[in-house]
């Protein structure tokens, strides 16, 4: 299909003899917002870096717009101007002095003209609100700040597809809101996402399709985000949310955490 961006068959990964995926099966298709949702140690990382051609398979086969992602593939420049990849951790993106470097450092590396480097990355940092912190290095700035650098970095290059690994992790609720308006202007524009999340209001508010990965690093379902925020046996059988059981004289209530944080039964 003309607007297959990924298709994943059989895919295994494995850190030595420990097993991170199994047998996975994916599709993303162009335009497409798709959540990835498991708890720690589920594999979701490890399912992006395999889409950024950071890891390669241990079995199966991974193909990027009909054509094996491989080494060489994945080494192309038209690859990496093409695929965003947004670490959990800002800390480990960030290496530049100072944010201007770092939101300047992908242009320069397609190779732009450096009157065209400094209008985009003024541009960039003007929508980020970052202009006041233009020569500050990364690593002094508070972490929603962080989080603004590593976007705005991977924006600049204007990729068509961006993979995002739990975007919303050691956000205050004001930066997580911006996070959320920012990924539904992205959406407008059609960008491609694929976002590794365990925040399941994320994937609800964002994503129209959502994959869970369990604790067998496996895909468990895979369909529309309401369908899969609504199966409470699904999300608990993932470990995506918990329930326990607490007694108020001769009544036991059993009480659900998440998006089922009612008391659900009585007993």
Avoid at 51 to 60: H, I, K, Q, R, T
Wanted: glycine letters at 8%.
């Amino acid at each position: 299909m003309n607007d297959e961006i990924y298709r994943l068959e059989g895919v295994e990964y494995h850190y030595g003899k420990v097993p991170a995926l199994k047998a996975i099966d994916l599709t993303v298709t162009k335009g497409e917002c798709l959540s990835v949702l498991g708890t720690n140690g589920s594999g979701k990382s490890t399912l992006l870096k395999v889409l950024d051609g950071l890891y390669f398979p241990s079995a199966g086969r991974v193909s990027f717009c009909g054509e094996p992602l491989t080494e060489e593939c994945a080494s192309r420049s038209s690859f990496r101007a093409r695929v965003g990849f947004i670490f959990e951790d800002p800390d480990v993106q960030l290496f530049s002095p100072t944010v201007h470097d770092e939101v300047a450092f992908g242009p320069l590396q397609l190779g732009l003209a450096a009157e065209e480097v400094l209008t985009r990355t003024g541009e960039v940092m003007d929508m980020f609100g970052l202009s006041h912190v233009s020569d500050r290095p990364p690593h002094t700035l508070s972490a929603g700040e962080k989080k603004k650098v590593a976007i705005a970095s991977v924006l600049a290059v204007n990729p068509e597809i961006l993979l995002l690994d739990e975007p919303t992790n050691g956000l205050d609720p004001r930066t997580q809101v911006w996070l959320i308006k920012l990924l539904e202007e992205l959406k407008r524009l059609e960008k491609t996402f694929v976002i590794a999340t365990h925040d399941l209001s994320l994937a609800e508010d964002v994503a129209e399709r959502t994959v869970v990965l369990d604790e067998s690093h496996r895909i468990v379902a895979d369909g529309k985000s309401i369908e899969i925020m609504g199966n409470k046996e699904l999300l608990l059988s993932a470990n995506l949310i918990h329930e326990h059981a607490h007694r108020h004289g001769e009544t036991v209530h059993s009480h659900s955490h998440g998006p089922f944080s009612v008391h659900d039964e009585h007993e």
